[in-house]
């Protein structure tokens, strides 16, 4: 019995070494940061309008985002999957006091877990079906009560 448990610990644990990495690709590919948007691009178009301004993403900044990504990404990796469908989505940080998401990429003034998953939600369905769900109303009722403590 004793020796089970062992084999069943070590299985366990080398698992987690094996798929954390994974876990981390697949969200790494999911992902793109960005300092500057590129030509003929939606982003573009907005800058343009003067409705973004897009800020170079500081270390710190990065480190926070990828955190509040991991934690999304275990717990709905199938929202990456629907809103990387087309290629990495483009992480842009901006300067105007709200975050939002859609045309396939994901703006952030400020971010925390709730704010990552609701934003992506509006890149990977794009007629809110999923915000709607009471699974994804769980998940970030679970994600703000864990930040207020």
Avoid at 90 to 101: A, H, T, W
């Amino acid at each position: 019995m004793l020796r089970d448990l062992a084999i069943l610990a070590c299985v366990s644990l080398g698992l987690a070494f094996v798929t954390a990495p994974a876990l981390a690709s697949q969200l790494d590919s999911s992902t793109e940061f960005r300092d500057t948007v590129k030509p003929e691009t939606v982003p573009a178009a907005l800058a343009r309008q003067g409705k973004i301004s897009v800020q170079p993403w500081t270390d710190d900044e990065k480190s926070e985002m990828r955190g509040y990504l991991q934690i999304v990404f275990e717990r709905v990796p199938g929202l990456f999957r629907l809103g990387s469908s087309q290629g990495p989505i483009p992480l842009y940080r901006i300067d105007l006091g709200s975050s939002f998401g859609g045309h396939g990429a994901l703006w952030f003034s400020y971010m925390n877990v709730a704010v990552v998953a609701h934003e992506l939600t509006h890149v990977a369905d794009a007629e809110h079906k999923i915000a709607r769900s009471q699974e994804f109303r769980s998940l970030v009722v679970t994600a703000q009560v864990a930040l207020r403590h």
